[in-house]
């Protein structure tokens, strides 16, 4: 059987190819593509060339980063990890023909899984296979962000919302990971929601969607900490979320913290973050910055806290918050014969996507 896969072939270079998929052994699946949904900001990190990944490779047993030969990265084959698909075949009793599930395999029409190494979700069917693709990837890597801040709060975590209920909250950045993850902080039971971005049409976004909306090129910290008053000489957020990979959002972030709270960071930063500053509000306020990276749960919480409850989390906002996730934040549902074109659009900035989602056929267009 063959399928199409987006592929970037160099920097500006993307294209769907013709590949051939290998037999579905015992025990795997074959999955057909329904919906795949852009994650723009990693994505575009590959279609642009400033992925430090394409430069230099994980050594995963170390942990560090080694240089590799320039442009050694490319092609990349495997672009994206926000999946919905049918299973095709199954030659496993844990998924039947006709499931629908969500999983992280790339831009492709169709997948060869197996479902004991890979991470694969059954989905019902009166979800809106649009909805989806957050269940397998994006959504957990925002619900570990809230399990990380639940981690900070108290001992044992038993919810996911400790970290947040009650609390004052600030997300930096109004990108699909800050939204999601202040739609989950409410839901969650946080007293009040900030949320901090340059843009006016996302400030705009977060307003509709409930969030006290604030503009990062003032000074939201000053404003902040104006409001959130804990007692003499204590103001600010209880809890940060930084969720745009920019030093200066990072920086926001710390400098409208109350004294010995803590930034959740979520967020990738491609050239760094030269331009954050640790010897003013993070040393004097005794600040803590811990990074909320989907491949690790908090310590001591991989056996509670595993990636299918983080899915599991995530299918629970889609259920309480799906008409307004589906109506705001997904900004363009397109076929996937589409992708090239939108990639080098976004990546050249003229057109804005908060988030775009690829159907295959039309299959989940509504």
Request: charge should be negative; glycine fraction near 10%.
């Amino acid at each position: 059987m063959r399928r199409r896969n987006l592929v970037v072939h160099e920097p500006g270079r993307v294209e769907l190819v013709e590949e051939e998929l290998p037999p579905v052994p015992a025990g795997g699946l074959l999955l057909q593509t329904v919906a795949t949904g852009l994650s723009a900001g990693t994505e575009l990190t590959f279609v642009k060339g400033d992925h430090p990944g394409l430069h230099s490779q994980l050594d995963p047993e170390l942990g560090l980063f080694v240089s590799r030969a320039a442009g050694s990265g490319y092609p990349v084959r495997r672009l994206g990890y926000m999946e919905v698909a049918r299973v095709a075949v199954s030659r496993t009793d844990a998924f039947s023909v006709g499931d629908l599930v969500a999983s992280a395999y790339g831009h492709a029409t169709a997948h060869v899984s197996d479902p004991v190494t890979e991470h694969v979700v059954p989905l019902p069917d009166d979800l809106d296979p649009v909805l989806g693709v957050y269940a397998a990837h994006l959504g957990p890597i925002c619900a570990n962000g809230l399990l990380h801040a639940a981690a900070d709060a108290v001992h044992p975590v038993t919810s996911l919302g400790q970290g947040v209920r009650g609390r004052h909250v600030l997300v930096t950045g109004a990108g699909l990971i800050g939204l999601l993850t202040a739609l989950f902080a409410t839901e969650l039971g946080a007293e009040e929601v900030a949320v901090v971005d340059a843009d006016p049409r996302r400030r705009r976004l977060a307003e509709t969607l409930g969030f006290w909306a604030l503009d990062a090129d003032g000074d939201p910290a000053l404003t902040l900490k104006t409001r959130w008053r804990h007692g003499p000489g204590d103001h600010g957020a209880d809890v940060a979320f930084q969720c745009r990979g920019r030093p200066h959002a990072l920086a926001t972030a710390l400098r409208a913290l109350r004294p010995q709270g803590t930034v959740i960071d979520l967020a990738f930063y491609t050239h760094g973050a030269d331009e954050v500053r640790l010897g003013e509000e993070f040393h004097h306020n005794g600040l803590t910055l811990r990074c909320a990276q989907i491949g690790r749960v908090p310590r001591g919480l991989g056996f509670s806290w595993d990636r299918q409850r983080l899915s599991a989390e995530t299918l629970h906002l889609l259920r309480a918050r799906g008409d307004d996730i589906r109506r705001h934040l997904v900004t363009d549902v397109l076929d996937l014969d589409q992708a090239p074109s939108l990639l080098a659009e976004v990546a050249a900035r003229r057109r804005h996507v908060l988030s775009a989602v690829f159907t295959v056929d039309g299959a989940a267009h509504p």
